[in-house]
């Protein structure tokens, strides 16, 4: 007999990923990896990482990282935590936050995955529409959500939000937790790490897996005030980074210099394979992360012959998006064989 | 101001996990970690791992451990959910299984982490109490319980439970989830594994932290009936097992040569101490882990005058456990050092 599951887990639809296939050479842009390597010193740092200490439980405060990033932020260490990716980040913040039945707010459209994380918690989702390019729409009464949480640059569209029309909707509400997601920010021109300074209801959140070139090691961090981060410590798992994770990490945040050169390259090839595109007919948002959405009139279509040409990109069957498909920023080599089978469909 | 969490977040007192002192060389016999490094094959395999696949995503599923696992479990990829430690596994079949208000079971002593875990998910607990060296009673009406956790080796005893006994729980409550959390079972003399195969009531648990010198690496896996599993992978984070540790667990149980021999030094080893202790004039409990238990008159004193001595052992400040230590089976040079700083307390 088999034992029976919360009601919750018995509802739950799974989040779905992007295709991660092992078999055959796909160009690969589907799921927003950086085509670069990390940088030597992240290699460097592992390989180097006194490996007997593997026998050993890693710190389970990140310490380390936590002190390197409070440098980089110029915010105390007691307002960093470091978790297994941002996923557990984002989903240590709905389970410290959400209760059964409250509202958690997300726009529409956006990383599809938080509904899904809000839901293991039993929480209530309400979509706020975006604008026609993806910017924010007035929000009449954002007290009556428990959270919500805003991408930017926000996927599958791109768009940034300003630190001034964020600070309007968060002195608002000032009981609601603001989750302002930045794992493209590296991309774009602008960024709201200071309102996690300003504002004890906001929490800024970061990633290792887009600019850093890390997706492998899951380490992502947020930023806000200490009672939000103690509350995050008090729920995660005793340890939950790894130690060798923690040293990669470590050595990503020494090597700025080399990714601020990747980052500018991906910049750049957006921006080419965005006039591209355009040329072709097709509309291209305006995006500030290391992806574009090009719409054409059936996005299937063009997922299913790209695919049939070896190059995987991402396809979402939702009202507001089937028309088009997302697009990672590859190297300029993969961005030209894109546009190569493109043009042969 | 400071939004409010929700109220299971507000009461909740975290899991302390033992001291990981990084400031000062003290021997370590506090957390059960193996004194011995990983295989040399695990080194091996994470400095050759081409590195530059750190920049992707690793498996979502593991499928390439889960596939060693199944051959060395004979059971099907399918029936065995691989997480970020066994912290995870425990966690998200709690998650899966508990609702606000349900009963977990433990035994009492036990791993302090269970009632921790299950508290973050507003679960009730009810306590067993062990016999004298750590058996288990009676348990007149064990379908009361939503999910019943037995960890055999049991911390901080060391007691083992019997297939046979075990089973009688099992079937006596079919509805009932119930872990077997064999995270020391490579130090004893029987394991219960097949108990998953026979009853989709049963998941048991493994870790990589304790026989397979893996502590920093944070892999853990259960293995149940396929309804339990597919639960499991419902609720996890998408990428929950970073892509080194998956590539340092799958070298690990190709080397079960090696782990066979440091286990079976760890067991003798495990014996003299024992012998050595009774000789002081200290009880020692029937121990089938890499941990015995030691009981004098006074723990706290024992846990202080070795920590000056620069010797870490575990110290609980509960009824039933606070006349003793936990002390962790180091290496025979390390027991030395104990048994001296002991004769001279």
């Given at each position: 007999m088999n034992p029976e599951p919360t009601k919750i887990v018995q509802e739950l639809k799974p989040y779905v990923p992007g295709e991660q296939p092992r078999d055959m050479k796909y160009i690969k842009l589907n799921t927003n990896e950086n085509p670069y390597p990390p940088a030597p010193g992240v290699f460097e740092a592992v390989k180097t990482a006194g490996l007997d200490r593997m026998r050993l439980y890693p710190d389970p405060l990140c310490k380390k990282l936590r002190g390197i990033l409070s440098q980089k932020h110029g915010v105390e260490t007691d307002r960093i935590f470091v978790g297994n990716g941002s996923d557990?980040?984002?989903?240590?913040?709905?389970?410290?936050?959400?209760?059964?039945?409250?509202?958690?707010?997300?726009?529409d459209p956006t990383y599809s995955l938080y509904p899904v994380l809000a839901a293991t918690f039993g929480a209530g989702i309400e979509s706020v529409p975006l604008e026609e390019e993806g910017q924010l729409p007035q929000i009449p009464d954002p007290s009556r959500f428990r959270v919500m949480v805003i991408a930017s640059p926000n996927p599958p569209l791109g768009a940034v939000y300003s630190e001034e029309e964020l600070e309007v909707l968060i002195k608002a509400a000032p009981s609601t937790l603001f989750i302002i997601d930045e794992a493209y920010v590296d991309f774009a021109e602008s960024d709201c790490m200071d309102l996690s300074k300003r504002h004890e209801n906001v929490a800024?959140?970061?990633?290792?897996?887009?600019?850093?070139?890390?997706?492998?090691?899951?380490?992502?961090?947020?930023?806000?005030?200490?009672?939000i981060i103690e509350?995050?410590?008090?729920?995660?798992?005793?340890?939950?980074?790894?130690?060798?994770?923690?040293?990669?990490?470590?050595?990503?945040?020494?090597?700025?210099?080399?990714?601020?050169?990747?980052?500018?390259?991906?910049?750049?090839?957006?921006?080419?394979?965005?006039?591209?595109?355009?040329?072709?007919?097709?509309?291209?948002?305006?995006?500030?992360?290391?992806?574009?959405?090009?719409?054409?009139?059936?996005?299937?279509?063009?997922?299913?012959?790209?695919?049939?040409?070896?190059?995987?990109?991402?396809?979402?069957?939702?009202?507001?998006?089937r028309r088009g498909v997302r697009i990672t920023i590859g190297t300029r080599k993969e961005i030209e064989e894109l546009l190569k089978a493109l043009a042969g469909l």
């Open positions: 557990e980040v984002l989903r240590l913040l709905f389970q410290a936050y959400l209760s059964p039945g409250e509202i958690l707010a997300i726009t800024v959140c970061r990633t290792f897996s887009k600019s850093y070139s890390l997706a492998g090691i899951r380490v992502g961090y947020a930023v806000g005030c200490r009672g509350n995050l410590y008090k729920i995660k798992d005793s340890y939950n980074v790894n130690y060798l994770s923690q040293v990669a990490a470590c050595a990503a945040v020494k090597a700025e210099e080399y990714y601020r050169q990747t980052a500018s390259r991906i910049r750049e090839d957006r921006e080419f394979l965005a006039g591209e595109l355009r040329e072709m007919g097709l509309r291209v948002y305006p995006s500030q992360g290391n992806f574009i959405f090009a719409e054409g009139e059936d996005g299937r279509k063009i997922y299913e012959g790209l695919k049939a040409a070896g190059i995987l990109v991402r396809y979402f069957d939702l009202p507001r998006l």
